[in-house]
C-alpha cells in the first residue's frame, strides 16, 4: 500500500493564481482530512470529509474548496491565491467512526508570492 | 475554551537519557489522547493513543505516555533516548463538542537527542 499520497510535493504560486492539491488513499479509509501547518501556529484543520459525498469546514476553510471526488481521492482548491496561504498542506485518512488513528501524507510546500 | 498545551517549545536531552515531552489538556468530558511524530520533511506519524482503560499507554519506538486525569496531563516518555529520536512531536485531543467530537493538536515540541 502507498498509503495517503499527494501530490505536487512543492508549489511556487503568484498571487491570484488558483491550483488544485491533490491527495489519495489506497486504505479504503471513509474519513479524509486537509490540514496546514504553520510555524508557532501547529496542525490547523481546513476540511474534511467524514465520507464519500460528505464536507465540512474546519477551523480555516477561507479562501479553499474542497471535493470528495470518490472514496479515495479529497482535493483541495485555492481559486485565487494569497501570500496567507504560503504553508505546508498536509491530507490525512482515517477509517472512520471508532478508530481514532489518522495517517498522514508526506504534505505539498506552497509558496505564494 | 477547550485547549491543548504543550508548555515546552523545545527538549534537550542527550543520547541514553531518559526523555519527557509534556502535554496538558483542558477539554470537557472524556477525551481522546494521541501522540504524533514528524521527522523533517515527512508528514505526520502516530505513535500512541489514549481512549480508554490502563492510564499507561504503550506505542510505536519504544515510546509510551501516561495519562493523568487529576492533572490533565499525558505526557511523552522514553527511557534512554536515540538521536533518531529527534523530531517534532504533537499532542493532540479529542474531545465531545455537542453532538460531534473535536480534534484539536497541540503546536508541536521539537525534541534535539544530541550524541
Known amino acids: 500500500n502507498a498509503g495517503v499520497t499527494q501530490t505536487p510535493k512543492f508549489q511556487v504560486l503568484k498571487t491570484g493564481q488558483s491550483m488544485t492539491l491533490q491527495c489519495a488513499q489506497d486504505m479504503n479509509h471513509n474519513s479524509m482530512y486537509w490540514y496546514r501547518q504553520d510555524p508557532g501556529m501547529g496542525l490547523r484543520l481546513i476540511y474534511y470529509s467524514a465520507s464519500e459525498g460528505t464536507t465540512d469546514k474546519g477551523e480555516v476553510p477561507n479562501g479553499y474548496n474542497v471535493s470528495r471526488l470518490n472514496k479515495r481521492e479529497f482535493s483541495l482548491r485555492l481559486e485565487s491565491a494569497a501570500p496567507s496561504q504560503t504553508s505546508v498542506y498536509f491530507c490525512?485518512?482515517?477509517?472512520?467512526?471508532?478508530?481514532?488513528?489518522?495517517?498522514f501524507g508526506p504534505g505539498t510546500r506552497l509558496l505564494v508570492l | 475554551a477547550q485547549s491543548v498545551a504543550q508548555p515546552e517549545d523545545q527538549v534537550n536531552v542527550a543520547e541514553g537519557n531518559p526523555l519527557t515531552v509534556k502535554c496538558t489538556y483542558s477539554v470537557s468530558g472524556n477525551p481522546y489522547l494521541f501522540w504524533y511524530v514528524q521527522y523533517p520533511n515527512r508528514g505526520l506519524q502516530f505513535l500512541l493513543k489514549y481512549i480508554t482503560g490502563d492510564n499507561l499507554v504503550k506505542g510505536s519506538y519504544g515510546f509510551e505516555a501516561e495519562f493523568n486525569k487529576s492533572q490533565t496531563s499525558f505526557h511523552l516518555k522514553k527511557p534512554s533516548a536515540l538521536v533518531s529520536d529527534s523530531a517534532l512531536y504533537f499532542c493532540a485531543v479529542k474531545y465531545n463538542a455537542g453532538n460531534n467530537r473535536k480534534l484539536i493538536w497541540g503546536l508541536g515540541t521539537s525534541l534535539a537527542v544530541n550524541p
Open positions: 490525512a485518512s482515517k477509517p472512520g467512526d471508532g478508530v481514532e488513528t489518522q495517517y
